[in-house]
């Protein structure tokens, strides 16, 4: 009976690495611009997302029943996946900056350097 539970637990684990990382790439591709994180970060944030999702569509709508694979849970998984990355993206100043340094002149010297190298190498490649 112990081989039973362990292939059930590794086929479940297997089906959620799959669907956290199909919903974090949802997620992804709706939220504009460039998005931080790799793949690992990507199924963490969608198995997160569809945890955190379905705990608030059952919060408030407790007589819903929603199960994390199907398309309902596709959906607030994805939004879930969506406000984990929204609020990563706030937090971390890819939107909003402190002043006009953004409070990290060495910060904000990097990012304009490594855009001026990029526009310089795409010059050279139309060339």
């Given amino acids: 009976m112990q081989l039973d539970d362990l292939e059930n637990a590794a086929k479940l684990g297997f089906m959620w690495i799959g669907f956290g990382t199909v ?8 939220m ?20 955190i999702g379905c705990s608030l569509l059952k919060f408030f709508y407790p ?17 879930g996946a969506f406000l984990i990355l929204a609020f990563y993206k706030v937090l971390g100043g ?5 002043g006009e340094t953004g409070g990290q002149p060495e910060v904000v010297r990097a990012r304009a350097r490594a855009r001026q190298r990029r526009r310089i190498n795409e010059a050279q490649l139309d060339d």
């Fill in 23 to 30: 919903v974090g790439l949802a997620a992804k591709a709706i």
């Fill in 32 to 51: 504009p611009g460039r998005d931080p994180g790799g793949a690992v970060a990507t199924l963490l944030m969608g198995v997160t997302g569809t945890v």
């Fill in 63 to 79: 007589a819903v029943e929603v199960s994390p694979i199907s398309i309902l849970g596709f959906s607030v998984g994805t939004g």
């Fill in 94 to 98: 890819y939107w909003f900056t402190e």
